[in-house]
């Protein structure tokens, strides 16, 4: 149990498809991030949720729509997706504000877009 | 732009084999962060180092932050296959925004 929640683990879906990605924390932390790591590269951060408004959005494409309804709760909304686009996302949580705070990642969710 | 690279990208030794892992920057962090990441799973936190020259150990671990707080290390001792993952590490500002490197990609054999 690591306290960050991801569903569902492996999702593979078309390119025309709609899907969202679902992050779940009852850590009691105020951010929650989205991330993408795909093979040979560094983790790629996306969104950055900071008390429910984005403070970071990384030149991510439209066709990942981030939501952030509450605290505890964080969305990625998928459409139109690339071939590319197949990668694991993980979703992180912290204390944003306290820079000795480490981040508790969720078990990732392994994307495959056919 | 803050970078992070890490070296080497790839290491495969035999158990009981020590190890070093480096993690260098031109930019100074407030805190560097080390994780490890199972294949399937998402990393998990190792350690947080935040004073230059820090050394912290966890077990078998040896961290150390650099004097500058620019760069840091990572030394296994008598390493096992349970060691064996993905070891990131991760140099924090002071919103506690992380930059993450490109990772070191350890096996240990038997």
């Known amino acids: 149990e690591t306290g960050v929640t991801q569903t569902p683990r492996h999702l593979v879906m078309g390119m025309t498809n709609k899907k969202s990605l679902k992050c779940e924390q009852h850590?009691?932390?105020?951010?929650m991030y989205w991330y993408k790591q795909s093979a040979k590269k560094p983790l790629e951060l996306m969104f950055v949720?900071?008390?429910?408004?984005?403070?970071e959005n990384n030149s991510v494409p439209s066709r990942f729509s981030p939501e952030c309804p509450n605290s505890s709760h964080l969305f990625l909304h998928l459409h139109t997706l690339q071939p590319e686009d197949s990668a694991l996302y993980l979703c992180?949580?912290?204390?944003?504000?306290?820079?000795?705070?480490?981040?508790?990642f969720g078990s990732g969710t392994r994307l495959t877009v056919v | 732009t803050q970078l992070l690279e890490q070296s080497p990208q790839f290491l495969s030794i035999q158990e009981g084999e020590n190890l070093t892992v480096y993690c260098n920057s031109s930019?100074?962090?407030?805190?560097l962060q080390w994780y490890r990441q199972e294949p399937g799973e998402g990393p998990v936190l190792l350690v947080t180092?935040?004073?230059?020259?820090e050394v912290k150990k966890l077990k078998r671990l040896t961290f150390q932050f650099g004097d500058a707080r620019k760069d840091s290390s990572l030394h296994i001792t008598a390493a096992q296959p349970g060691d064996t993952g993905l070891y990131l590490c991760?140099?924090?500002?002071?919103?506690?925004?992380?930059?993450f490197g490109g990772g070191t990609r350890l096996m240990v054999k038997p």
């Open positions: 992180a949580s912290s204390q944003r504000g306290v820079y000795s705070y480490g981040y508790t």
């Open positions: 850590l009691g932390h105020n951010a």
């Open positions: 949720y900071s008390l429910e408004e984005r403070v």
């Open positions: 930019s100074v962090f407030s805190s």
């Open positions: 180092v935040v004073t230059g020259g």
């Open positions: 991760a140099g924090g500002n002071a919103g506690n925004m992380l930059t």
